[in-house]
C-alpha cells in the first residue's frame, strides 16, 4: 500500500555526506524536506541539488532541513557536489543519504520489493521512480509528496509555497485557494462558525454559503 499523507514518515538510520543519521532523530522538532534522485551525475538533479543550496536559507527561516537522496554511494554523493558547484554555482552544505542497497527507496515505495539490493550497475532509467518529494512535519507525519518524471525538473519555489501553506493553515483554521501566495486572502474553514469567523477572522466576504474569504492571518 502506498504512503498517503497523514501516514508516520518511515525512519531509517542511514549513511550521509555528513555522517551516520537516524533519519527522525535529525529531523527533531522541525520540519523536514526529503527529496529524491534516480541517479548520481544526472543532468536534471543536478540542476535540483544547485538549486536546492541556493534556497536552504529559505528553507531554514520556516524551521525546514532539507535532505537529498541518491540510489548510489556516499563517496559518488562527494564527487558529485564538485560537479553541482560547476553547473549551479551553489555548494551543497546539506547532507546526501547513500542508498547504495535501495533500503531507503523501497522503504519509501519508490522502488519495488523486488528491485534488488544493490544499486551497483543500474541505470537512471532502473530508478525512473525515484524522483519524489516528501514534506515531513514535526510530528513525523507526511504533509506532501510529489513525484515528478526524469525529464522534468522540480519547482521548488512551489514546494516553499506549499510548506508556508501547511504552516499557517496548521495555526489556523483556515484553508489557502489555488494559486494562493503569501498575503493573499484565506479560505475559512467549516468548523468555523459565522460567529466565531467574525470574532477570530473580523469582516469576511462570503463568495457562498460554503466558501468565506478573509485577510490571512498574521498572529
Request: aromatic content about 8%; proline content about 5%.
Amino acid at each position: 500500500m502506498s504512503l498517503r499523507i497523514n501516514d508516520v514518515a518511515p525512519d531509517f538510520t542511514a549513511e550521509t555526506t555528513q555522517g551516520t543519521i537516524k533519519f527522525h532523530d535529525w529531523i527533531g522538532d522541525g520540519w523536514a524536506v526529503l527529496f529524491s534522485h534516480p541517479k548520481n551525475f544526472t543532468p536534471v538533479c543536478t540542476t535540483e541539488l544547485g538549486t536546492m543550496a541556493g534556497l536552504e536559507d529559505d528553507f531554514k527561516k520556516r524551521n525546514v532541513k532539507i535532505i537529498g537522496i541518491s540510489v548510489d554511494p556516499v563517496s559518488s554523493h562527494e564527487k558529485w557536489q564538485a560537479d553541482i558547484k560547476t553547473a549551479t554555482g551553489h555548494t551543497v552544505h546539506y547532507p546526501l543519504i547513500g542508498d547504495k542497497d535501495l533500503h531507503a527507496a523501497k522503504l519509501y515505495e519508490m522502488l519495488p520489493a523486488g528491485a534488488g539490493e544493490s544499486s551497483e550497475g543500474r541505470t537512471p532509467a532502473d530508478n525512473a521512480t525515484v524522483r519524489s518529494v516528501y514534506v515531513i512535519g514535526p510530528d513525523k507525519k507526511i504533509k506532501l509528496v510529489l513525484t515528478y518524471p526524469m525529464t522534468t525538473g522540480r519547482n521548488f519555489d512551489e514546494i516553499l509555497r506549499v510548506i508556508d501553506s501547511i504552516q499557517l493553515t496548521a495555526k489556523h483554521q483556515v484553508a489557502t485557494p489555488a494559486n494562493w501566495k503569501q498575503g493573499d486572502d484565506v479560505i475559512i474553514t467549516a468548523a468555523v462558525s459565522n460567529e466565531d469567523a467574525v470574532k477570530r477572522f473580523g469582516a469576511y466576504e462570503t463568495v457562498l454559503p460554503y466558501l468565506r474569504k478573509t485577510k490571512q492571518p498574521t498572529a
